[in-house]
């Protein structure tokens, strides 16, 4: 048995060069809060949240970083702040105080117990750019509800939220879960021409979108269309952004692999 970390790439490799400092190990330690920085102070998010990271140091997550960090926040002046968003699918949200709360060993053992186990890896796949009108939904990668991912989206909310029921589970998955990749987290609205300049941006730093209103071309350059396996952060979403800590992490797996 072994982990899936592999990047989806929709043409070869290509080698990517960005500044990540110590950000990618300092967010990946359980209880260190994010420090965001965010202009809305009415906030607040019900429970804990489990994320699904793309493998570490790959090339599609230096590649989102560089998107939520430097390259969309440079391409809106009117927005003030922006929070250090961590590229992230949310698998499922809502998880109930009374787990969260817990202390020290019997919280990680809830963790630990959760079925993060697949007979084929949770592939992300990325189909278009949009926007929305929550503050954590401004600007979004769509992502494809299919395969393995549902399966691992639907395991952690039946057990996580649903209280075991698998069914319960399989009716948010069809009719409420909408997977996505947040690339801005802001209190203002981004218009239809803001959101073309952002489809660029994201094409540009190497990103294909499967939807995105062109005609199919053979990409000139290396692009990434998602990612494969990846990691799972426990993260505690309640309150205001920047107080937001991380609990746990874990590994992705795929049985007889």
Not at 7 to 18: A, L
Not at 111 to 125: A, D
Not at 196 to 225: F, Q, R, S, W
Request: with cysteine.
């Amino acid at each position: 048995m072994c982990i899936q970390e592999k990047v989806i790439f929709h043409h070869k490799y290509r080698s990517v060069v960005i500044q990540l400092l110590t950000f990618t190990r300092a967010v990946t330690m359980p209880g260190i809060p994010f420090y965001f920085t965010f202009q809305s102070h009415n906030l607040h998010s019900q429970g804990s949240s489990l994320w699904l990271l793309p493998p570490p140091s790959s090339l599609i997550e230096k590649s989102l970083l560089n998107l939520t960090t430097n390259i969309i926040p440079s391409s809106l002046p009117h927005v003030k702040k922006f929070p250090l968003l961590l590229p992230h699918l949310t698998l499922t949200s809502g998880i109930p105080d009374s787990v969260t709360d817990d202390e020290g060993m019997a919280r990680q053992e809830w963790f630990e117990s959760l079925p993060i186990s697949l007979t084929r890896p949770s592939i992300v796949r990325f189909q278009t750019l949009d926007i929305g009108a929550r503050v954590t939904k401004k600007l979004t990668l769509r992502v494809a509800k299919e395969g393995s991912l549902v399966d691992l989206a639907i395991q952690l909310r039946a057990m996580a939220v649903e209280g075991g029921s698998r069914k319960a589970a399989e009716e948010w998955a069809k009719t409420t879960w909408a997977p996505h990749v947040s690339l801005l987290y802001a209190d203002t609205n981004i218009e239809e021409d803001e959101r073309l300049e952002a489809m660029k941006a994201v094409k540009d730093n190497g990103i294909h979108l499967e939807k995105n209103g062109e005609e199919p071309t053979e990409p000139t350059e290396p692009t990434y269309a998602g990612w494969e396996g990846g990691k799972i952060l426990w993260v505690d979403t309640r309150g205001e952004i920047g107080g937001w800590t991380i609990l746990g992490k874990r590994d992705v797996k795929v049985r007889g692999i």
